[in-house]
């Protein structure tokens, strides 16, 4: 393995630049892994009110046949009257004329169940044609509205991913210059630290717990070794110092 060429100070400042895009591969990972629900549930919202919509449509085109069906039926039961009332006229005995009237009563008794029947159907359909024109509208809205925020996140998901791959590039960049026991040890302490490795001194305490810092342990951080809290195991380093450190002139003594 080759050596760095470059000193502790200058490694912490890249580990300090490493960890920053770190965070921002967590937080954009965090905004990608939040897409797939919102797809789902955005594509459930299209289906429930689809489905919706065919299911009333369904019921209305039932209802729609069974009053045609009772409408034939009325028809029939009409017809049937009205020939019972001309058969009524030619009757010659008590019992014909008894027999007929008994064909009478059972007609209009139809007649009357039949429509006390179709009134209640057309209301139903009545409502339930108005619900239907009302879900036709609702459903083509929530498809056109959720069609293109889906289509907006899977864009957003795909520059996401352009932009994750950029970040991991110039991270290992980064990466290849930093002391490999040096960097083994940064991921080690972030994957037990909720992704913060490397923090600053805080009125002479650890930035990362507020632990207090011997005058001796804050004299080796600003003379550059590498310190790590007794107490929460976090990296802690001269933060005004090592940002005063040009970034590009460390890169470029990098390359010397």
Known sequence: MQKSKLNTK?????LL??????SKLLELQMRKDFFPG?????????????????????????????ISMLEIELQEERDGLAKSQE???????????????????THEERIAKIEERLIILMDEEDSLSR???????????????????????KKSAGQIDSIIAQ??????????????????????????????????????????CMQALPPQ?????RAGK??????????????????SLSLEEILSEAKK
């Open 38 to 66: 919102l797809l789902k549930s955005l594509e459930d919202q299209i289906v429930e009110i689809e489905k919706e919509f065919e299911e009333k449509s369904t019921k209305l085109r039932e209802l729609k046949k069974e």
């Open 17 to 22: 630049e490493i960890q920053e895009y770190d």
């Open 10 to 14: 200058q490694m912490l400042r890249l």
């Open 131 to 153: 619900e239907v024109a009302d879900l036709e509208v609702r459903a083509k809205e929530v498809k056109e509205r959720n069609s293109k925020r889906i289509e907006e996140i």
């Open 167 to 208: 970040i991991k590039a110039d991270r290992d960049r980064l990466a290849k210059l930093v002391d490999q026991r040096i960097l083994r040890r940064y991921e080690q302490i972030r994957r037990g630290t909720q992704g913060v490795a490397v923090v600053g001194i805080v009125n002479r305490a650890c930035g990362g």
């Open 226 to 243: 590498i310190v790590v809290c007794q107490n929460c195991g976090r990296i802690i380093v001269d933060l005004n110092e090592l940002m």
């Open 217 to 221: 342990i804050i004299q080796d951080i």
């Open 87 to 105: 058969k009524l006229m030619k009757v010659t005995t008590n019992k014909e004329y008894d027999a007929v009237q008994a064909e009478i009563a």
